[in-house]
């Protein structure tokens, strides 16, 4: 859930002004709602992109300000698809990340745009870079596991595992960046393609063009299909479960594309 810029307290705008000069304006970001705080800044020294998170208590990080620190402990291994972490600041409660700003757009994912070529070729880079060795421990799969067995999910690939069209930021000159690390971990390489279905779904694709557009992936292909089906039902059962906590329209749309794809990789099954 976001809040306002205008909530920072005096404290913590003073530590980021101490890095940027004076602030002239802020645009809040319109895509996304993880962090409490996501916005371009504009400031003396040019421009940066800012995630606040504040924390539960003064010495306790509440799931914000967690996936802030993954975002900054990643990003040093990551240069060649995430902006630069410039600096950060820890005071007043607030853990606060300023990013190199992308002049970008979104990755549209709607059947037949060429930006699908662009994210298959991304995809193929991530996933022959090896994990680092902060994400060692970080098993994507453990999203999973009070579901069923998912063992068929863990992996050795380095997954950004929530490559939504909002994170995939393209710019004019054909450059690409990836953003939000929060949940970027070590897994099975299928599971960041079968992780992309929902908003293939939501692109446009029928569950059948999805799944033919993720056929040119070799290791999509090469799965147990098995596993694919298995991951499916899981998927779209914690959905259902998330509902229960957050049943607001973006969620419902997920659930709704989860639920989408396992019955139509179900349905012989039944
Ligand atoms: N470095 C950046 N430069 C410009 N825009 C960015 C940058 N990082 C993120 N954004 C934009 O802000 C949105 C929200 O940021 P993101 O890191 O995805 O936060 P959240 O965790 O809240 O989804 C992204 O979808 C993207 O549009
Ligand atoms: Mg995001």
Not at 172 to 192: I, K, M, N
Not at 214 to 232: C, E, H, K
Not at 257 to 270: I, K, Y
Request: hydrophobic content about 45%.
């Amino acid at each position: 859930m976001r809040s306002d810029w205008s909530d920072l307290p005096a404290e913590v705008l003073g530590a980021i002004t101490a890095h940027t000069g004076p602030i002239h304006r802020i645009e809040p970001s319109s895509a996304g709602n993880h962090a409490d705080i996501a916005a371009t800044v504009h400031a003396g020294g040019g421009r940066l992109f800012v995630k606040a998170a504040r924390k539960t208590e003064p010495d306790t990080d509440g799931p914000e300000v967690r996936s802030l620190r993954w975002e900054a402990a990643i990003n040093p291994h990551v240069t060649e698809y995430a902006p630069r972490l410039h600096w950060t600041v820890e005071v007043g409660g607030w853990l606060v990340l300023a990013f190199e700003h992308v002049q970008a757009r979104h990755a549209d994912y709607s059947p037949g745009s060429a930006d699908l070529d662009i994210l298959t070729k991304v995809i193929d880079s991530l996933q022959a870079h090896p994990v680092p060795s902060v994400l060692e421990r970080k098993r994507v799969e453990r999203r999973w596991e009070a579901m069923a067995d998912v063992t068929m999910l863990a992996g050795d690939t380095l997954l950004h595992a929530d490559l939504n069209p909002a994170n995939v930021l393209l710019g004019d000159d054909g450059s690409v960046c990836l953003v939000d690390w929060t949940f970027a971990g070590r897994g099975a390489a299928f599971l960041e393609l079968a992780l992309l279905v929902p908003w293939l779904l939501k692109a446009g694709h029928t569950p059948v063009e999805a799944e033919a557009w993720l056929s040119r992936f070799p290791v999509w292909t090469n799965t147990d299909q098995a596993a694919i089906d298995l991951f499916s039902r899981v998927f779209a059962d914690k959905w259902k479960l998330n509902l229960a906590a957050n049943d607001a329209e973006w969620a419902r749309e997920h659930a709704d594309a989860a639920w989408q794809w396992a019955d139509h990789r179900l349905e012989d099954g039944r």
